[in-house]
């Protein structure tokens, strides 16, 4: 059933790709090239300590997603998104998660656009706790001082060897970081053999990535209900990373037909 449910999202994905690559644009309309999420240092006022990273990223059409990472935060700071800027702050837009004993607060906000949030002055403020809770300890202005979103580009060669003797089907491929950070490798390849859909997933090392040139990857694949054999597969592949600066993330994936031939 796995390998069967795995297998409609194979070929789910390459329809998906294919209209990608011919219309240049995603499945909803939207531009490819529009990452419609910001990266932006959290300043401490006041001599606070409180400072940071938030993230805001569309999640569907009226949904936006806002992560905040606090450094120096105790636990139980409060959270809000206020129109205006930090020097003058206007009506609350909408509250967020209290931020937790590790420093982060995550919420799903229903009802807002991602471009509303971007278009019009809106800052993210943080207050204190205990008798501070009405002070102001933390604030930015949305895409104030923003960061570069952390990105990931993999690939993966199209020719894979396969060592029949073992059943190890050994892939190989580059991943690109848009800065310094560390990624993982998940493969998950299926193949069919006569009657059978053989199938098999393989991860590998962490790595580390520069940001300024390509890191190669390895990762080996056993079948887990037969053998794989020279002929074509389908192979998925999954990157996730976050870099090192800054605490961003990223995943990237794709999907292509592959070659199996004999080597090691």
């Known amino acids: 059933m796995k390998s069967l449910v795995v297998s409609r999202f194979l070929r789910q994905a390459a329809i998906y790709a294919l209209v990608t690559v011919l219309c240049g644009t995603s ?3 939207s531009a490819l090239d529009e990452r419609q999420q910001v990266s ?24 936006v997603y806002v992560l905040l990472v606090m450094n120096s935060a105790t636990g139980g700071e409060t959270a809000v998104a206020r129109t205006g800027t930090c020097d003058a702050p206007g009506e609350n837009s909408f509250s967020l998660h209290n931020i937790d004993a590790g420093g982060y607060s995550g919420t799903f906000v229903d009802g807002v656009t991602y471009h509303q949030l971007i278009q019009e002055p809106h800052a993210i403020v943080v207050f204190g706790v205990g008798a501070d809770s009405s002070k102001i300890v933390s604030c930015a202005e949305i ?4 960061i570069a979103p952390f990105v ?11 060592d029949s003797a073992l059943g190890i089907v050994t892939a190989h491929g580059s991943v690109v970081c848009s800065g310094p ?17 053989v199938s098999g997933d393989g991860a590998g090392e962490r790595l580390a990535c520069d940001g300024l040139s390509a890191t190669a990857w390895v990762v080996q694949v056993s079948g887990s209900n037969g053998t794989f054999t020279t002929r074509p597969a389908a192979a998925y592949v999954s990157v996730t990373g976050c870099g090192r600066d800054y605490p961003l993330c990223d995943q990237a994936e794709t999907l292509l037909f592959t070659r199996l031939v004999e080597g090691s």
Request: net charge negative; hydrophobic share 40%.
């Open 27 to 29: 499945v909803d309309g």
């Open 40 to 63: 932006f240092s959290m300043d401490d006022v006041d001599g606070s300590g409180v400072r940071g990273v938030a993230r805001v990223e569309a999640s569907g059409v009226d949904q």
């Open 143 to 146: 895409e104030d001082g923003a």
């Open 152 to 162: 990931l580009t993999v690939t993966m060669e199209r020719v894979v060897l396969l």
């Open 181 to 197: 950070g560390d990624f993982d490798v998940f493969i998950h390849l299926e193949q069919r053999v006569k009657r059978e859909l």
